[in-house]
């Protein structure tokens, strides 16, 4: 039943989408069947009722002719008058009228179709009679008959000059070929239906290749590159030849996303070694060069400072490295989460308040400070540390900064709000991401790294949590680390 649901509801979306390549083609084939059974339908149609109006007037046309040989044959042993009567009423039928004309429309002679009931009351017979047709053969439409009427001169020897008339009534054929024409038309109708069933069907099947194409590259992750290799036994070549392109740029991408993993390991950890020494160095130098004028103090300050940046950052990049290339073991056990922020709280006014009356500027508060989750301590403080760090560098000095500790649902959450500055609102969805600054001109007057965010969001994904942030410009922001209880 779940399986029957999902295909209705992937069938609707794609009915619903007119761009979708199954729509369109399956909408191509419908409309050339259609234009080609529609077309093919009328003409044969037509054809028939040619075929129908010809043979009525061949046989009008030869019993005209026979009926003039025969009024000149019994001439010759009666009168003419009486020879014309009697032929008549002999070529005629129920479905069969005959009469003749002069040029001045008298009347010579009329067979007895003409005064049957069905014939005068439908008014057939007065119309027949009192309209004149060329010498030839036409199809006329008199109050819903049908009739093929067949008119030609008639040169009998004591008889005026006349023309004689045939009339075929053809109206059962007509409705004949009509309700032919009415089945033929359902039938093509519903050929059609089906040829757009089976054609959906077989186009449905044809595409499954490039939706399981579509599917699988949808799994792929920059983590599992590698693992994800596109294989379509069945499918045509054109789409094999497309999973093949597509698995080579896969493993290209592979490789360069492992280089560029591999460079940022190495690198960094190359990199922190030296400037470690350098920066143990300067800061001893620093602590015991009393004969330092001041500004080589000055100076020497600030490559201290700036060599502990270069340390950090280098360290973080580090971090996320092995956080990518899955060298970064956590270890969940269960953990207090009160005890976790008050020593985050601990390390961030250590790091970054100076005056000892401003350590009482972070307030913890919640209602469930008792709570114990499994997470890694210390990576958990990390976070916290970086988000207090960033709160504190970003509201003024007077203003607190607040941690809440709440449940919600399966959910432990941990709030850090503080009042400063705040984030735009198209910024909040690129802090996150690595390097990226929402006011370039305040990365060194902060002292930031730019990886912060990233790699406190990276642990806390690790951690199975979410970091998300709430801010307003100049109201402050809301960071929430949610973690699974």
Known sequence: ??????????????????NSLQIRLTA?????????????????GWRTQQILVERHRQSAALLSERLEEDVRYYATTMPAQVALDKVIDHRTAGDLAIWVKTPDSQLLAQSETLKMGSWQASGVAQTLLQNSTDVGTAVLAVNGWWLVVCSQPLAIEGLPASTLYVADDITADVQSLRQLLRMLRLTSLLMVTLLAVAFAFYIRRTLSPIRKLNRLASEVTADTLAQHQLTLAAAPTEVQELAQTYNLMLNRLSKAWAQQKRFFNDMSHELRTPLSLVQGYVESTLRRGDNLTPPQREGLTIVANETRRTVHLLTQLLDLARL????MPLTLAPTALKEVVKDAITIAETDYLQNPEDLSRIVLDGDALSLVIPVDALKLQTVLVELLDNALRYSPDAQPIAIHLLQQDSWAVIQVQDWGIGIPFQCQADIFNPFYRVDETRSRYTGGTGLGLTLARSLVEAMGGQLSVQSKPDQGSVFTVSLPM
């Open 1 to 18: 039943m779940a399986k029957l649901w999902h295909y209705m509801r992937t069938l609707s979306e794609r009915v619903a989408d007119p």
């Open 28 to 44: 191509g084939v419908v409309l050339a069947s259609l234009v080609g059974i529609g077309a093919m339908t009328a003409w044969m």
């Open 324 to 327: 990518d290339n899955g060298q």
